[in-house]
């Protein structure tokens, strides 16, 4: 059994039988890969607490049957462990997490996307929560899939979009349509030219900038009622994380 | 093909979805149930069907309960000030078995899962709170489990109790006792360093 070294994140995490477990790991070089950790509930050697959500780890692994690995040891890297002591941060970083685990496919490793994942949690984990965070990530996430919303001109007649007026986003074209467009964009709503210039800004930036950048209230509340939509409708399905979110944050 | 008859293996396979048991285990079961006695068989048919008609959840803290109430909630000498919250009825048994919590339960069947989409509605948190309005409670301690799950629960309940005006607090965390610190990981010495007590 030839046993090989990854490093990554564990997405997810489920039970399985008495004292196993299912890991959901987002890897440097494998990208998402499922594998069975087995006698992990109990074992306090191997995975010494080290297969919760959030963990970036260094596993140890060979391959399995099923499409699974077989993790036999894993080690932390980076424990993430202060964004449980935020029940927003939680939410948030769950929101990553699912997002990740629910659009990228088996196996199809992108190292920009695992650098995302890292990022982002590490800002969660060491600096004070921002609204701006989840945003700037469904975007650049969204991106690196392919996905990138149409910004600066039209998604219907491809006509640069003038700077500074207002105009629609439309999820099943993919971005912003221009106020004569708008009309064959059923369902797309109202979205600020001050937004569309935050989107743009938040997509072209530096990462190693993503803690400095700053929303204004408008460019805040519009983003958050379109882009979790967004990611929504790419993915064909509601993400649990986002109804409890609903549901913690309207208590 | 099977080796043993359709009734024998009708057994196998039922016995084989409880928790922990296999195959194997599940034959060695079967075979035990058939040797044994008409009455024993019987009385242990009657057990299980006893159980799943007359054992239900206490009306008050769902723990699991013969008739309205537990038999905590049904004793007069547990202080009524103090409620201990803990995920599910196995965790009520381990800190009961401790025999130094003498106030009573509340559980809530699960914990707070984004990632599983179980949020706050799902477990027995409104329930928990009426209760709370309803009684005079001084104390709630949290004793959900030192994961991510709980910690969320714990973290989401001090949000909606201490409005209320009554003390929240959660179980300490950190080395097991009898453990090895060479074993511990980071997250838990963390914790165990951070609610370090003065000897």
Same mark, same amino acid.
């Given at each position: 059994m030839h046993l090989r070294k990854t490093d990554g994140v564990v997405l997810h995490r489920t039970d399985f039988k008495e004292s196993d477990l299912i890991i959901t790991l987002y890897t440097a070089d494998l990208g998402k890969v499922s594998g069975i950790a087995k006698g992990a509930k109990r074992s306090?050697? @191997?995975?010494v607490n080290n297969l919760q959500p959030f963990s970036y780890i260094r596993i140890v692994y060979s391959e399995g049957r099923g499409g699974l690995i077989r993790l036999d040891e894993a080690d932390m890297i980076?424990?993430?462990?202060?964004?449980?002591?935020d029940i927003s941060k939680v939410l948030y970083g769950s929101y990553f997490l699912e997002m990740v685990k629910e659009m990228t496919g088996e196996k199809e490793s992108n190292l920009q996307l695992f650098e995302l994942l890292v990022t982002f949690l590490s800002l969660l984990n060491d600096s004070p929560l921002r609204e701006e965070y989840p945003r700037i990530f469904e975007l650049r996430f969204l991106d690196l899939l392919g996905?990138?919303? @149409?910004?600066?001109?039209?998604?219907?007649?491809?006509q640069i979009l003038p700077p500074d007026n207002d105009a629609w986003f439309s999820y099943r074209h993919g971005g912003a349509v221009c106020k004569r467009c708008q009309v064959n964009a059923r369902g797309a709503i109202a979205i600020s030219g001050e937004t569309l210039r935050a989107m743009e800004r938040a997509l072209g930036m530096d990462l190693a900038e993503a803690e400095e950048i700053r929303f204004t209230p408008l460019v805040l509340a519009e983003g958050k009622d379109i882009f979790p939509r967004f990611v929504q409708y790419q993915l064909g399905k509601g993400l649990k994380s986002l109804r409890v979110m609903e549901a913690v944050q309207g208590a | 093909m099977s080796t043993y008859t359709p009734t024998v293996e009708d057994l196998i396979d039922k016995l084989a979805t409880?928790?922990?048991?296999g195959k194997k285990t599940a034959a060695r079961l079967a075979l035990h149930i058939l040797r044994s006695s008409q009455d024993e068989a019987q009385a242990l048919a009657r057990s299980i069907l006893r159980v799943k008609e007359r054992v239900g959840l206490c009306q008050i803290c769902f723990n699991i309960a013969e008739g309205d109430q537990c038999v905590i909630c049904r004793n007069s000498q547990r202080d009524r000030s103090v409620l201990c919250v803990v995920e599910d009825p196995n965790d009520l048994i381990s800190v009961e078995a401790t025999g130094v919590f003498k106030g009573l339960y509340h559980v809530l069947h699960g914990a707070i899962a984004p990632l599983d989409g179980?949020?706050?509605?799902?477990?027995k948190i409104a329930e928990l709170l009426e209760r709370l309005e309803r009684d005079k409670v001084v104390e709630v301690i949290i004793a959900t489990n030192p994961t991510v799950e709980g910690d969320a629960t714990a973290l989401y309940l001090a949000k909606v109790i201490k409005p209320l005006g009554i003390m929240v607090t959660r179980i300490a965390q950190g080395v097991p006792a009898g453990g090895d610190i060479e074993y511990v990981d980071s997250r838990t010495m963390s914790r165990s360093l951070e609610g370090r007590k003065e000897v």
């Open positions: 306090k050697r @191997r995975f980076q424990p993430f462990f202060r964004i449980s002591e996905y990138r919303p @149409r910004l600066t001109e039209c998604s219907i007649c491809n | 409880l928790p922990g048991v179980v949020g706050p509605q799902e477990l």
